[in-house]
């Protein structure tokens, strides 16, 4: 599987991104795809995570209420609406894909896509 992540930028606080991972290789159908983030400095966190069949979803607390992750399976990508941006939110944002049930922890995760960043002024 490999991921593609795109559609970070530079946000004013309080703006909206939305950020897409493109999955493309072997088909995803019964796995976990989540996002991280990793700001300077910081060790990479978990963000959120979307059950790719069922759609079910978690999140940090950090982000619950001003993020939303999402998926088209059509189109085998998936999506992470960030509204409400803060400051703290500056990081780089990691998409990645594993097997198992809404999966909360980077080491359970097999495939990473190469990062996009996000740079929320203040």
């Known amino acids: 599987v490999q991921l593609q992540a795109s559609g970070g930028g530079l946000v004013q606080a309080g703006g909206s991104l939305r950020l897409s991972c493109a999955a493309s290789?072997?088909?995803?159908?019964?796995?976990?795809m989540g996002w991280f983030r990793q700001a300077p400095g910081k060790e990479r966190e978990f963000v959120a995570v979307?059950?790719?069949?069922?759609?079910?979803?978690y999140y940090a607390d950090s982000v619950k209420g001003r993020f939303t992750i999402s998926r088209d399976n059509a189109k085998n990508t998936m999506y992470l609406q960030m509204s409400s941006l803060k400051p703290e939110d500056t990081a780089v944002y990691y998409c990645?894909?594993?097997?198992?049930?809404?999966?909360?922890?980077?080491?359970?995760?097999?495939?990473w896509g190469q990062g996009t960043l996000v740079t929320v002024s203040s």
């Open positions: 290789g072997r088909t995803i159908t019964s796995s976990s």
């Open positions: 979307i059950s790719w069949s069922a759609g079910s979803t």
């Open positions: 990645a894909a594993g097997t198992g049930f809404l999966l909360l922890h980077d080491n359970q995760y097999n495939y």
